[in-house]
């Protein structure tokens, strides 16, 4: 692909273009174990370690623990509900709640 075509992609950015191609014509890896495979090596190594012994996945998210304390101390940090003072509507993350206070803040102006 010539530079005036990579330029003339969706936004021009070079590098979002050469990441775009990377991941289109980048081999899948293979667990090695079971049958899963990934686009990603970071992906393949979170499906790793749910073969190891003794590896306790969090009922929420896709985190890892090695004991049921961790995963407990996890749970009740990143998972619990937290409710919005303005409404009273529950989300199961700060994440959720700020995104939801964020477009809620625009809604107002």
């Known amino acids: 692909m ?6 003339n992609a969706a936004d021009g950015s070079l590098l979002d273009i050469s ?14 174990i079971c049958e899963a495979s990934y686009a990603r090596k970071a992906y393949l190594k979170r499906h790793l ?13 896709t985190q890892f623990f090695k004991t049921e304390e961790d995963k407990r101390k996890h749970i009740e940090d990143k998972h619990r509900p937290i409710m919005c003072e303005s409404c009273g509507k529950v989300f199961s993350t700060r994440n959720y709640m700020e995104f ?10």
């Open 100 to 109: 939801h206070l964020d477009t809620t803040s625009d809604q107002v102006r």
């Open 49 to 61: 370690k749910t073969h190891e012994d003794g590896c306790i996945k969090c009922s929420v998210c």
């Open 19 to 32: 990441l775009e191609e990377e991941l289109c014509t980048s081999e899948r890896l293979s667990c090695g």
């Open 2 to 7: 010539s530079e005036s075509e990579l330029m």
